[in-house]
């Protein structure tokens, strides 16, 4: 690239490319007519640069409802009754099959029709007003030369000041909102103000071709991770891991510590309204829905009610054994680490799961936080509350210096690692460790599928 300019500042005059990338990644050159940046005495010439890939065009991306949806005055007002029918729905269970997750599902699916139904009401109504506004000005406009009189030209007149009114209020909107984003949102200090420059994210496609190769590629896929998470699937038909039950037995007799008879009550005490409603009012907000679309902000429109409807559904839930229909989904979604991005085990998983799945598991795991330091060992500083990972790093440099300045040399150190952790453990193993610490029933793995 060679960079010139008759200003002070710098732009790029020309860049080279292979003739391999021209042929194969070259999608557009044109000349920006109109278009000066910086003052500049060049027409800028735009181009493109990219991976030819082949994707289904029949696919469309999951829906998300915006959360400035959720505000409308009049989406929350439906949604407020909505819940109210579906309370009044659950505290009438005479009738037979009474079932309060099927009836959470259902409900949660009409209100998503309703807020797309909504949203698509509300997208781009500024811009529509705006069009048609300016529409009717340029009717009565072409009207008042047409035939020209005083009423006509009054018309033209009141339809252009309507026009530039709103016009005037929504980029005052506009300038409101950028200002207010400024305020809360930009650098606050010399540190941020003096941060290196930082790439944006960009979409990372597999290099597919052809719609064959995206048939083979997506079921080679979707058999990997389904083997990695034990699906239950029928057409994948994966073999369940075994394990060495007799050798995990050795591993947990040499633990004595259990929980005692009150600890026990404590995680076996049924799902509160209160519980519901501290994990509803304390999740983080803006973070990506599952494949219902609803955020956490929606359950917040009125969160003492939908508190009390999760009492109720938790609690049948549980003595089912099982989670609903709706809260067992999830979207699977794959970032690209390193490698051959067609190996399945370079790319990284993330599991969206519905926001009203995550709140169950949520007081759970808040409850065993509690329980966790008196059954666990020192030494083990990860995912226990008031430990960190910090104090097995000081420990293992104290024990290397204590090995230099003793001159020890019969001395090691193993450092293990397991390879997709998170998404392959076993369930039965993790029942039976349960049950070793003393949990009771209710609490196992089982309970929260």
């Not at 109109?34 to 829906?63: A, E, L, Y």
């Not at 505290?91 to 699916?109: I, M, Q, T, V, W």
């Not at 999830?330 to 399945?344: F, I, Q, V």
């Not at 990284?348 to 926001?355: C, D, G, V």
């Amino acid at each position: 690239m060679e960079y010139t300019s008759p200003q002070s500042n710098r732009r790029i005059d020309m860049a080279l490319v292979s003739s391999h990338i021209f042929v194969n990644n070259v999608r557009r050159i044109k000349h920006a007519h109109g278009m000066k940046w910086h003052n500049s005495d060049h027409v800028p010439v735009i181009f493109d640069i990219s991976t030819r890939t082949w994707s289904p065009r029949n696919i469309s991306k999951p829906w998300r409802c915006p959360t400035w949806l959720l505000a409308l005055p009049q989406v929350k007002e439906y949604l407020c009754g909505s819940l109210a029918t579906l309370m009044d729905t659950l505290a009438g269970h005479s009738f037979p099959n009474y079932n309060p997750g099927c009836l959470l599902d259902e409900h949660k699916r009409s209100d998503s029709i309703y807020l797309r139904e909504a949203y698509a009401a509300h997208h781009n109504t500024t811009q529509r007003r705006l069009h048609d506004l300016l529409l009717d000005a340029r009717i009565k406009e072409a009207e008042s030369r047409r035939r020209p009189s005083p009423e006509t030209l009054k018309a033209y007149k009141s339809a252009q000041t309507l026009y530039e009114k709103y016009y005037a209020t929504v980029k005052e909107s506009q300038k409101q909102s950028r200002f207010d984003q400024d305020l809360h949102s930009d650098e606050r200090s010399s540190k941020e103000f003096l941060r290196p420059p930082t790439q944006s994210c960009h979409q990372a496609r597999l290099p597919i071709r052809t719609q064959a190769e995206f048939v083979s590629t997506a079921s080679k896929f979707r058999q990997y991770w389904a083997q990695i998470f034990q699906s239950p699937s029928r057409d994948l038909n994966c073999p369940v891991q075994p394990h060495n039950r007799r050798r995990l037995q050795s591993v947990l007799a040499k633990t004595t510590r259990r929980l005692t008879t009150t600890q026990r009550r404590s995680m076996e005490a049924p799902l509160t309204a209160n519980e519901f409603y501290f994990a509803i009012t304390k999740s983080a907000r803006n973070k990506a829905p599952g494949p219902d679309g609803l955020p956490i902000e929606y359950y917040l429109t009125d969160p003492h009610n939908w508190a009390r409807v999760f009492e109720v559904c938790y609690s049948n839930q549980l003595q089912r054994g099982r989670m609903t229909k709706f809260q067992r989904r999830a979207h699977l979604s794959l970032l690209y680490k390193a490698g051959e991005r067609l190996e399945p085990g370079n790319h990284r998983p993330l599991t969206l799961l519905n926001s009203d799945a995550k709140l169950g598991p949520k007081i759970m795991s808040y409850r065993l936080g509690k329980t966790l330091p008196t059954i666990l060992h020192e030494d083990q500083h990860g995912f226990v509350p008031g430990r960190s990972i910090q104090q097995a790093l000081f420990e293992f440099t104290s024990i290397q210096q204590y090995c230099k300045l003793n001159d020890v040399t019969s001395a090691g150190a193993v450092l293990l690692d397991f390879t997709k952790a998170f998404d392959s453990v076993l369930w039965e193993v993790l029942d039976e460790v349960l049950r070793h610490f003393n949990f009771g029933p209710t609490f196992p793995s089982t309970t929260i599928r």
